[in-house]
């Protein structure tokens, strides 16, 4: 048995049909002709000296020496592909790849990105609006904005200050129900996306802090992402329990109002992420530098409340 590893050629061949447990969709997926395939293949055998394949009348199976070297060689590939990746990515200075959730994306990210953009004309911008969870490897993402509790050891990860909730309604709304006892009254939407947090902050909490009881059979509209929740709340479905961040513009402009001076803040905050040394890249350190100050320009939208953090409501 030689101890040389074999061609990589031979060894990827193998990886694709060890997956695939099919020479013919191995060879599609490597563009090769299923003949070519099964010659790597056989040459593969011929190296370690050994059979790797069972072969059926429409499929094959992995021998015990197969099933040894298929992990490896799986992990292998994984590997080479993200550093490649990551090559690629350090000498393409002119695109930078952003995921953030699809609220922040459209409430606070679009209407704000063209100032970046403007400042940085050389620089393509991609977005991608996903919750989905985080492999900056393998989704191929410069940066990732996320919002929660939860801390990333494996990244490079900045936090930025916590987060507090309040009602916004029309203004039309607020007139009719202008103080939080007649909000319990009024139409309620309830924003699902932020069910995960842990103390809970929603309307129960919110009326707790308020002083007030919200009954447990009270309903309303529920929507599973923090924008349609809000935009539910311009169109008047009834009033929401917003996100600063979230509500911000919307507030700003006049579509709606927060009229009752408490808000909740969880422990939560939002998190800038990237791969660990990636900060340095200049667009990177950029963007990280422009979402920070851009958070602090709109930190005077708090003055005025009383923010109550949900860990004081738990007692109560």
């Keep these: 048995m030689a101890d040389r590893l074999p061609p990589l050629t031979a060894l990827r061949a193998f990886e694709a049909?060890?997956?695939?447990?099919?020479?013919?969709?191995?060879?599609?997926?490597?563009?090769?002709?299923?003949?070519?395939?099964?010659?790597?293949?056989?040459?593969?055998?011929?190296?370690?000296?050994?059979?790797?394949?069972v072969r059926l009348n429409r499929a094959v199976e992995l021998t015990e020496a197969g099933r040894a070297l298929a992990p490896g060689t799986s992990e292998g590939f994984d590997a080479l592909a993200n550093a490649w990746r990551s090559a690629q990515r350090s000498v393409s200075t002119n695109t930078l790849t952003i995921t953030a959730g699809p609220a922040l994306t459209a409430k606070w990210l679009a209407p704000r990105i063209f100032d970046?953009?403007?400042?940085?004309?050389?620089?393509?911008?991609?977005?991608?609006?996903?919750?989905?969870?985080?492999?900056?490897?393998?989704?191929?993402?410069?940066?990732?904005?996320?919002?929660?509790?939860?801390?990333?050891?494996?990244?490079?990860?900045?936090?930025?200050?916590?987060?507090?909730?309040?009602?916004?309604?029309?203004?039309?709304?607020?007139?009719?129900?202008?103080?939080?006892?007649?909000?319990?009254?009024?139409?309620?939407?309830?924003?699902?996306?932020?069910?995960?947090?842990?103390?809970?902050?929603?309307w129960p909490v919110w009326f707790r802090a308020a002083g007030i009881e919200m009954p447990a059979n009270k309903r309303g509209a529920h929507f599973s992402n923090a924008d349609h929740a809000i935009d539910a709340a311009i169109?008047?479905?009834?009033?929401?329990?917003?996100?600063?961040?979230?509500?911000?513009?919307?507030?700003?402009?006049?579509?709606?109002?927060?009229?009752f001076k408490i808000a909740i803040e969880s422990d939560a905050r939002f998190r800038f992420l990237c791969r660990k040394g990636a900060e340095t890249r200049p667009d990177v350190a950029a963007l990280r530098d422009w979402f920070v100050a851009e958070i602090e320009k709109t930190a005077h939208f708090s003055d005025g409340f009383e923010i109550i953090p949900v860990t004081e409501l738990q007692s109560k």
């Design 235 to 259: 169109a008047g479905v009834g009033a929401a329990l917003g996100r600063r961040p979230i509500i911000l513009k919307d507030v700003l402009e006049g579509r709606l109002v927060a009229p």
């Design 17 to 53: 049909a060890a997956r695939h447990r099919s020479f013919a969709m191995a060879a599609e997926e490597l563009h090769v002709t299923p003949a070519a395939l099964s010659f790597q293949i056989k040459s593969l055998e011929e190296h370690l000296g050994h059979p790797l394949f």
């Design 116 to 202: 970046f953009a403007r400042q940085h004309p050389d620089t393509e911008l991609r977005f991608s609006a996903s919750l989905k969870n985080l492999d900056l490897e393998r989704d191929d993402v410069d940066v990732a904005i996320r919002f929660g509790q939860r801390d990333y050891p494996d990244l490079y990860c900045l936090p930025v200050q916590k987060e507090w909730l309040t009602p916004v309604m029309t203004p039309e709304m607020a007139e009719q129900f202008n103080s939080p006892e007649k909000l319990l009254d009024a139409p309620l939407v309830f924003d699902d996306s932020i069910d995960f947090l842990n103390p809970r902050c929603d």
